[in-house]
Every structure is written in C-alpha cells, then in structure tokens.
C-alpha cells in the first residue's frame, strides 16, 4: 500500500511568481489540486476510480495558510494525506515545506465524491471494503479550520465574465480561478504592501462559460481586535439565477 | 560549455489542461517562456547576467504552431536554441516533441535586449566577448515566420481590465495573458469543434495594473482560398493612451 502521507518535492520556475517574486496562489492552489489528484490514484481512488465508478470528486471548502511563499527558483515539498470521513464529506489536508526542515504553511480541505448519475453524494462511510478508512490517518495541520465570517455588502465590487481558459475539463470554472478573482479585487500596489497569510474558500453552485459573475467584498478589519492584519469577506455570486458560488475570506498581513 | 540545443522532459499534469484535455496553451506559453529563460541562464546570457548589467530581455513577437497538444499525464519535451542575431533582436526556437519522436509542433520566437538606464535595445551584434554568438545554432524551425494580416475592426468585441494576477515580476502584464485574452474571445463550445493550430503575437506597449483594454476581433476567413480552417486577426488596445498592447493572428482547424 502506499504511504497514507505522501510528499511531491516541486521547485518554484520562472513564470510561476506574482508580482512580488512570490509562487503565486493561483500556481499553489494548482499544484495543491495536482498533489491532491496524485495522491487519491496512487491510492486507489483518484481519476481511474472515479472514470470506473462514474463517480467524481467535488472541491466543497479550502483553506490554505502559510507564513511566507516560497520565491523564484527555491524547492519546496506538497505533503498531502486524509484525516477524516465524515457521512459524505471527507478532509484532505496539506504541508507545504522546504528542504531544510521550514515550514511555508497547510491547508485543509473538504470534498464530496458525486455519483454522475443522480448528481448526489455519495455516503462515504458506507462504501463496500473499507472505502477509503485505509488510506486515513488521525492527524491535522495547525492551522484553524473554516470560519464564520460572511460578506455583507450588497454593491458589487467588479463583474467579472466566465470565459474559456477559466475552465477545467468538466466544463466547469477552475477552482482555483476563484482565488484569481478575489485577489484580483485588490490593486496590485496593495498586494506589494501586504502579504496574503490565508485564504479560506467555500463552493457552492459551479460557474460555466459565459456566466457573468458580480464579486461583493467587505472589510472586516483585523482577525482579532487592535490587529494590524486585514480580513475581508467576499462573496462571487451569479445574478442571472441569484446564486451564490463562492464565498471567500481573505486575511492580508 | 552546455549544449546549443537543450531539452526540457515534461508532462501534462492535472489541472495543466483546457476543457478539451488538452495542455491549455496558456500553460504551454509560460513552460516555452520557462524553458527560455533556464536556457539563456545556463548559457549565461539569463536572469544572472541581467541582474549584473541592468539589463532586461523583452519579447517582441512569438509564433507557435502545433499540430496537436499533448494531453494530461502524456509526456513532452520543449526543446529550445537561438539560430540568429541581427541588430538589437535575436531569434530564439522551439520544438515540442514526444518521447516516441513525434512532433507536437513548433515556435519561433524574437526578443531584445534593454537597458535599464537607457530604456533602449542594446546592439546585440557588438556585445564584446564574441556576445551570445557562441550559443548560436544555424536551424531553424518548419514553420511559417510571423505573417502581416492586421486586425480593421473599429468596434471592440470585449474590453479586459488587467489586474494583479495578470502581472509578472515586472510588473507588466504577462507576455503570455494575451493568449488567454485572444482565446477567451471565443466560445468554450467554438473551442469544443475547433482546435488552435498557431498563434502568433507581436508585442508592443506593456499592461499595467489598472490597465483597461479594448479587443478587437476579424473573422480573416480561412489561410488558403477554398481551405476549411479559420484566421483571426485580434488587436489588444489601450484607449487611454491610443496604445497597441498586441497584434495577435490565430488560426484554428
């Protein structure tokens, strides 16, 4: 069997920075899908599975925290295992470290496994041989799990339209482009000044090509009081059918 | 001294593709410009040599033509080498092959040199030392060189704001966010029936933070009379300063 935790060791290349010589969110958040995908078909249940069973898994929340990014050309390691299985959500959580032992951050994620053909979710405490238990391992990033906050701002920010390279191959809005899209809600001269420390993410409907989308962004100020952090809480949602599909916290240094 | 020629092993990774499966060229364009950039470093004409002279490559036109892409977990190689300098520009090509000697495509591409204080291309043909001629490979790529159809519409088909995860470490939008601003002007379902087969851009003024676009769009019909593909013309503006940003001819099967 393999390892319950397994590490993918990656190099930040040129091309993949943001404006500050930082791996940008986007290529992270990427890469932390790449290793979550890696690790599920080395296992047993990752896109070979799900081809078989007609099944696939579903992004429902992700938070990611790291103190600092690792910058052009340094080596870093995506460590990723599955702590928990609960009814039919399960978490998949994330180390993300250098070679000398540093830690860069975590993360923590919550997917759903989706049958096609009732487009519900399967219970994944009730899957025949064991389902996935084998894979488990009791052991969680120290980072703190979802929050509460919400986005209570009723004029958009920015629109935004959903176009054809934000898809994956299901058709659907990348994941990860929704993290492109808050950030992106801040001027470049504001992420120079401030560092992004974590991004919490929770996914409703899917976005598709041709959606017009309006992005909500609220201050909430610091995380606790007398901080000198920035929150801000934003919601993408889709007025032609008044859906919700992502709502994001975003706490900058 | 290393070799004129180097390749780069790849792969497809998941979450590398566009909604047909394909390596999204998006991806393609930034490995191109990666496998440049670790090319010229080993050649000592890089990121090193830039940073102790002040001085900056800038890419002024690029081609690419391929036949197919390869698809997720297939493996490629980007081959690259410069075949010719002339005054301030220097040419730099591309292969994109598979393990079995099949040929994915091919890509052309013109940079120059500039000055940090002067803000001007150096003279590439009197650098002292002989310059980067010892790097050079008389062989060029199978391929068309960059044509002269030019985009006559005076309506816009979209307009584009560039924002912070559009900028490189520059500052500038990314050379290769134009192709994704070209093909989003199409349909995911336009892009279902009809593959890409060559791009090709020439770059003018940089995008800023800020920045709002126009893009203007021209159906050129097909490349050869009676022929079945489809040539575009599409021109990114910047009204504010009546700039071109890029021409950009695409033609897809």
């Known amino acids: 069997m393999p390892d319950k935790k397994i590490s993918f060791p990656l190099v930040v290349e ?3 920075e943001d404006v500050n010589g930082n791996l940008s969110w986007s290529n992270l958040g990427n890469l932390i899908l790449r290793c979550a995908s ?3 078909e080395a296992h047993g249940f990752g896109y070979t599975y799900m081809q078989t069973h007609q099944r696939g898994w ?16 340094e080596h870093f390691s995506i460590t990723t295992w599955v702590s928990r299985i609960f009814r039919q959500f399960t978490d998949r959580n994330f180390s993300i470290t250098g070679p000398d032992g540093r830690t860069f951050g975590h993360g923590i994620s919550t997917w759903a496994l989706i049958d096609y053909a009732t487009r519900q979710p399967v219970n994944l405490e009730t899957l025949p041989e064991g389902g996935f238990h084998n894979a488990m391992l009791d052991e969680v990033p120290p980072i703190a799990t979802y929050g509460r906050a919400r986005c209570k701002s009723t004029e958009p920010a920015a629109e935004r339209d959903c176009r054809f390279t934000d898809l994956d191959t299901n058709g659907h809005v990348n994941s990860i482009r929704y993290i492109d899209m808050a950030l992106d809600l801040f001027p470049a001269d504001w992420h120079r000044a401030h560092n992004v420390r974590r991004i919490e ?9 041709g ?6 962004k609220d201050d909430l100020g ?3 009081e007398g901080g000198s952090d920035h929150r801000f809480a934003i919601e993408i949602r889709r007025p032609a059918d008044k859906a919700t599909l992502v709502r994001v916290i975003v706490v900058f240094d």
Chains 1, 2 share one sequence.
């Open 211 to 216: 959606d017009r989308l309006e992005l909500y």
């Open 222 to 224: 610091p995380t606790t």
């Open 14 to 16: 040129p091309f993949q």
């Open 201 to 209: 993410l929770a996914y409703g409907l899917e976005g598709h090509d």
């Open 58 to 73: 579903v992004l429902s929340r992700l938070v990611l925290e790291l103190d600092s990014m690792p910058v052009t050309a």
């Open 38 to 40: 890696l690790h599920a």
